[in-house]
Every structure is written in structure tokens, then in C-alpha cells.
């Protein structure tokens, strides 16, 4: 049969894995949250690796094993957790780019480090913008693959691109840049209600390390650590939420929102990761332990507009190749 435009089809999905993009902004007022790669910056590498739009759709993969064939020739690129990936059982590396001629199949075994890997496809994945995205939310089951994570048997059709080199040229090379490093220090600064809690909740947000439960998914992770207690009794009124906020329910024990968060909540916020650290929450394993760093929000700014930067830079690297 012929095909208008590049397809792939998942032969194991994994558990939750879902299309992303960069996430729907400019609609929390009505009570849709953001969804989107967890981490931001391992899609944006993948797509850069491909030349394609840093916002194009592509696949997160959370649980392992992942499998899909390649309907036809295409590149593809992976970031974000070492998966094991293997091409035709050839192994292929995060942080690099690859081609893949028709029937071979691309195969993600599960994470060696860290959670999640991105696999981004020449083109991006062609599902329909709603609400100014492409990305899956899960909670009200729209966007990506009819708002639903992946199934086997599911057909994914790509847009053409035809930046990189064809199986005709001899230009054909893989090529990679360096992955970022996971370290258990992730940097936040105080939140509106930081001193509402007592002394002693202050001091060991700080300098105790919190691990991650297994009662974490896309919309939070949920920590445990030495008990945070507010001393003041006074009850707040809903308040709007965004990724990144660190809520402490009546337990004491916090609760990092992430992309699939809800948009308001009534828990205090004792801080805020800052965004050029949001990746390191989503890529930190159930059960692992880290801890937060205070940080002035003057340099959370200039961390953000550094990661920018650094991203223009590598986007200008690649463009020395084809």
C-alpha cells in the first residue's frame, strides 16, 4: 500500500509511554494543566539532533520494554535515561542520531540510569494540535494518540522533513553530543509559605535528603524525609500551582509537582524547583534520594537563560553538519 508520509508502529509500549511535545501553555485559567515531556531538555536535544522544530512531537518512555518498526528509512535519535536501546540488536546510544531503514526494529529494554528516555523521529510525529500542542494529557484524554498512552499495533505517521541525508548520499553518519549528568542536588527557592513552617521543618527541608516513593507518577512525585510541620494553623485558600512547586499535604511529607499537575491546590508551598532543574526530578528513580538546594531566584533566571544558551549553542554545532 502506498504511504503518503514515513510511519512507525510499536511493537511493545511499555508502560506509559505517551507523545509528548513541549507542553499546552496559556490555558491553566481554565483548568488544563501543561502536560509535555517531563524533561524538557533531553526532547529538545533529541529533536536538535534531528534538525527538527525543538517543539516537535515524540515519544517518553517511562517503563521499558519499548519496541517499534520502522515502516520506512528515517533518523531518529534518543536522549534523556540510557534505555539499553539496540537497532536490529545492534546497540545505539542516548544523546546520538541514527538511521533506520524500512522493517528494522528499534528497541528500548528499560533505564540503566535515571527514568526516562526520549526518542525523537525525523519530522516529529504527526498527531493533530489541540489546544496549541501535540502533547498527551492523560487526566482529560486528549492530545497525542487519542489522549491515551501508547498501544501495540498503534501506527505513527511522521511529517516529511528531508533536512538530514538520504540512504542515497554518502553523507550518512551518525552523530551525538554529550549528555547532561544526574547528581543528587537539585536547586529550589523558597515558596510563598516557606515561613509558615517551624524552625526545625526549615532547616531539614534543606539539609536532610528526601527519596522518591513509588507513589509518584506524571502529575507528582511524592517524597519521604524527616516530617515538615507548619506551625501556623491558619487554613489557605486555593491557589494556583505549576510544575516545579513543592506542596506539603497534613503527613508532612512533600509533594514535587510535575507537567501533569493539577493548576490549583490548598497545600502550602514550602519552595519551588527552579526550571533549569525541573529535569533532574523527572529523571530521579523511584527510591532514590537527593537533596534540595537553596537558591536565590535571581540565579534561578540566569541558570534558565543559560540552559537556552547552551541549547543555541549546540543547535548552531549541528548545523555544521547535514
Known amino acids: 500500500m502506498f504511504e503518503s508520509s514515513p ?3 510499536v511493537l511493545q509500549a511499555g508502560i506509559q509511554s505517551t507523545i509528548q511535545d513541549l507542553g499546552r501553555f496559556g490555558h491553566r485559567h481554565l483548568g488544563i494543566c501543561q502536560a509535555g515531556a517531563l524533561d524538557v531538555p533531553a526532547l529538545m536535544l533529541a529533536n536538535t539532533l534531528l534538525h527538527n522544530p525543538v517543539d516537535a512531537a515524540g515519544i ?20 534523556g535515561a540510557d534505555f539499553g536501546g539496540q537497532l536490529d540488536g545492534k546497540p545505539v546510544a542516548p544523546g546520538w542520531r541514527y538511521q533506520a531503514h524500512e522493517n528494522q526494529v528499534l528497541t528500548l529494554h528499560g533505564p540503566r540510569r535515571e527514568c526516562r528516555a526520549y526518542l525523537a523521529l525525523e519530522g516529529g510525529i504527526d498527531v493533530p494540535i489541540i489546544l496549541g500542542a501535540r502533547a498527551t494529557d492523560l487526566q482529560a484524554h486528549f492530545g497525542g494518540m487519542h489522549g491515551r498512552a501508547l498501544r501495540k499495533g498503534d501506527i505513527l505517521s511522521l511529517f516529511e522533513s528531508g533536512s538530514l541525508p538520504t540512504p542515497s548520499t554518502k553523507k550518512i553518519k551518525s552523530i551525538g553530543v554529550q549528555q547532561r549528568k544526574w547528581t543528587p542536588e537539585i536547586r529550589a527557592v523558597v515558596g510563598p509559605e516557606f515561613q509558615q513552617f517551624s524552625k526545625k521543618a526549615q532547616h531539614d527541608f534543606w539539609h536532610h535528603a528526601w527519596t522518591v516513593t513509588n507513589q509518584s507518577n506524571r502529575m507528582g512525585f511524592r517524597l519521604q524525609g524527616n516530617r515538615l510541620d507548619r506551625h501556623s494553623k491558619q487554613e489557605l485558600f486555593s491557589h494556583g500551582v505549576t510544575p516545579g512547586m513543592i506542596q506539603v499535604p497534613p503527613n508532612g ?16 508551598r514550602i519552595a519551588c524547583v527552579i526550571e533549569a532543574d525541573l529535569w533532574k526530578i523527572a529523571q530521579t528513580p523511584i527510591g532514590k534520594s537527593f537533596c534540595f538546594i537553596r537558591t536565590e531566584l535571581s540565579t534561578a533566571r540566569e541558570l534558565a537563560c543559560q540552559a537556552r544558551r547552551d541549547l543555541q549553542l549546540i543547535t548552531q554545532q549541528l548545523q555544521r553538519y547535514a
Not at 517518553?60 to 536522549?79: D, I, K
Not at 511529607?253 to 497545600?267: E, F, N, R, S
Open 253 to 268: 511529607q512533600p509533594i514535587v509537582l510535575l507537567a501533569d499537575a493539577q493548576t490549583t491546590g490548598g497545600y502550602p
Open 60 to 79: 517518553e518512555v517511562s517503563v521499558g520494554p519499548f519496541a517499534l518498526r520502522f515502516r520506512q528509512t528515517t533518523w531518529f535519535a534518543l536522549s
Open 7 to 9: 510511519q512507525i508502529e
